[in-house]
């Protein structure tokens, strides 16, 4: 079977950092995605793991384990504009599979 | 370059009406995904297609629903008979088709559907 585990919500505070984790078990895997989504809106794309390690971009970064099947997506230097949802998504044979996402609300 | 088009934005229909909803990939892109947003929940896969071929329909319930992906003209996904629990956000995403990791999904602004 498919799982992908995120937390529902979290909360952080302007200028912070936060980190959001993911765990998965997949009956296959290409790579593991991050991506966000505002209320109402489409998901966008941030970022994504093939090999073990850290991959940054600017703000965001994300780290992956294969061999724990764990991700986080950190978050530095938070803006109020980054309060959404962020969904951790697992490549399954060319498709996406997507955890029920966890929502970040920034307070100032 | 256009991104994933989508339309309608919103669409009202009765019960047991049919709701067709309709994806332009972006250019180039060969291969059409949807997914299903229930509110407050995380997109489910429905289904994937390549043009005149459809690749994996694993997401998609048995019955009322049906997708396809002509060589020319946009994907449609189509419910028929539509009931309450129907309602939802519809989002399509397409690819080239050389796989995620090489190209990352980018998905349309969705199809709210509402049934009445």
């Known amino acids: 079977g498919q799982n992908i585990d995120q937390p529902t919500e979290m909360t952080a505070t302007e200028g912070a950092i936060v980190q959001i984790n993911c765990t998965y078990q997949?009956?296959?895997?290409?790579?593991l995605f991050w991506y966000q989504q505002h209320a109402g809106e489409a998901p966008t794309f941030l970022s994504y793991n093939v090999l073990d390690g850290l991959e940054e971009k600017g703000r965001f970064s994300s780290f992956l384990s294969r061999s724990k099947g764990y991700s986080y997506l950190l978050l530095k230097e938070l803006q109020m504009k980054d309060s959404a949802s962020y969904l951790c998504?697992?490549?399954?044979?060319?498709?996406?599979?997507f955890g029920t996402g966890t929502r970040l609300q920034v307070f100032p | 370059n256009a991104g994933v088009m989508q339309n309608p934005r919103h669409l009202v229909r009765r019960r047991g009406q049919e709701a067709r909803l309709r994806c332009s990939p972006m250019k180039g892109h060969s291969h059409v995904y949807w997914y299903r947003q229930l509110p407050e929940e995380g997109l489910k896969f429905m289904v994937y297609l390549q043009k005149e071929n459809i690749i994996d329909e694993s997401g998609m319930p048995k019955e009322r629903f049906s997708a396809e992906f002509p060589k020319e003209g946009p994907s449609i996904l189509r419910i028929q008979q539509v009931v309450r629990g129907d309602s939802a956000a519809y989002f399509c995403a397409s690819s080239p088709g050389y796989g995620t990791v090489l190209s990352p999904l980018h998905f349309g602004n969705g199809t709210r559907l509402t049934v009445t």
């Open positions: 998504a697992v490549d399954n044979t060319d498709k996406l599979i």
């Open positions: 997949t009956s296959g895997f290409n790579g």
